[in-house]
């Protein structure tokens, strides 16, 4: 190294982007992502769609949310204030081993919290897809085998991270070097690209699962285009966890990347996961309002009894010309009558019950 060439400087040390700058883009996010959630409770109550079971996950991928944006603001001062003595900003002190420790510790705190947001989101997106489902063996098979997949790579990218640089008995001590051997780069890069490989599978797993149901039905072009468009919402996190690692590893190479970026990258996806899990809520908002003419939702019923219906039921005329069996007719066809209406109830409360909430049947066939 020659006298004018400036000394190598750690990019994991380099400050990137500014410290206000990053806590304010921080707050900003996580603000976004608290304020999608009040449209979407507020839309699921207007509907009464509250309890169902894919909104369990989107509370607790919301909890998981802001417990990782909180782990960030408090990791940010640390972060810095290192980057400052490693860039000769600031003078050395006493607590800096201390306080790496601590950025050691919350930057593994903040993975677990961020993935346990994706998956979370993720696993609400297939508790929406299964009702469209349910009533297909074949595809609720494919659905269990999604959820599966989903649960064992959350189970996967878990104990990864837990082992890697050591495991937990490295993490828990304070070393100058730590995560630095050969080894080490091998388990943190195992984790890194192990947990991108999952988020981004099980993001093209859940979205190709119910586009296989959609092109499949007999419904017209748009409506089809429609569907394709709110099932593909998890598109946006596999853009964003593809532009995450990219940026990662082009400012300060994935192999040692900048905690800085790490945070905000993190963020974003982790905020978009959040629109993402709460957009399939607003379909509610474009289900038919009175006045309008509903689809179609009818069924096809056959008559009871060929015989009878194939002929007109005789005329009140002939039966007061037939006075001899005129009343036991008039008997026969209020038995009928009073069948065939309580078989009629049952198919009206069968038709309301496959047409959409928010939608109302069209009345049965004419028995």
Not at 28 to 36: A, D, E, H, N, T
Not at 63 to 73: G, K, N, Q, T
Not at 347 to 365: H, K, Y
Request: proline share 6%; net charge positive.
């Amino acid at each position: 190294m020659t006298a004018n060439t400036p000394p190598k400087v750690d990019p994991t040390a380099e400050i990137w982007i500014g410290e206000k700058s990053l806590f304010i883009f921080i707050v900003f996010m996580m603000v976004l992502g608290s304020l999608i959630l009040l449209p979407t409770a507020y839309v699921r109550w207007r509907h009464r769609r509250i309890m169902e079971p894919e909104v369990i996950f989107i509370v607790l991928g919301y909890a998981f949310f802001l417990a990782h944006e909180i782990v960030l603001l408090s990791l940010q001062p640390l972060v810095y204030r290192l980057s400052y003595v490693a860039l000769g900003m600031k003078p050395y002190y006493k607590e800096i081993m201390a306080e790496r420790h601590n950025v050691v510790v919350l930057a593994n705190v903040s993975t677990y919290l961020f993935y346990a947001t994706l998956w979370c989101i993720k696993i609400s997106l297939l508790l929406f897809f299964r009702q469209f489902m349910s009533a297909l063996p074949e595809q609720l098979r494919w659905w269990k085998m999604a959820l599966g997949y989903l649960i064992l790579t959350y189970i996967f990218g878990f104990l990864v991270t837990l082992l890697s640089c050591g495991g937990p008995h490295q993490l828990g001590q304070t070393t100058k070097k730590y995560c630095q051997s050969h080894i080490d780069g091998i388990t943190r890069n195992l984790s890194l690209f192990g947990w991108f490989a999952a988020d981004v599978s099980t993001d093209l797993l859940i979205m190709i699962l119910p586009l296989r149901l959609v092109f499949a039905m007999h419904i017209s072009h748009a409506q089809k285009i429609r569907a394709g468009a709110l099932f593909s919402v998890g598109m946006l996190c596999m853009i964003t966890a593809i532009i995450r690692l990219v940026q990662i590893g082009s400012k300060t190479g994935v192999t040692n990347p900048n905690v800085q970026w790490f945070s905000l990258w993190g963020t974003v996806e982790a905020t978009t996961a959040m629109v993402v899990g709460c957009l399939p809520t607003f379909r509610l908002l474009f289900k038919a309002r009175p006045g309008k003419t509903p689809p179609n939702y009818s069924l096809k019923v056959p008559p009871f009894n060929s015989d009878s219906s194939s002929k007109p039921p005789p005329s009140f005329n002939d039966r007061q010309g037939k006075a001899n069996s005129g009343i036991h007719l008039n008997i026969i066809s209020s038995r009928r009558s009073s069948r065939h209406l309580s078989r009629g109830d049952k198919i009206t409360a069968s038709t309301e019950n496959l047409a959409p909430s928010g939608r109302a049947a069209d009345p049965p066939a004419h028995l």
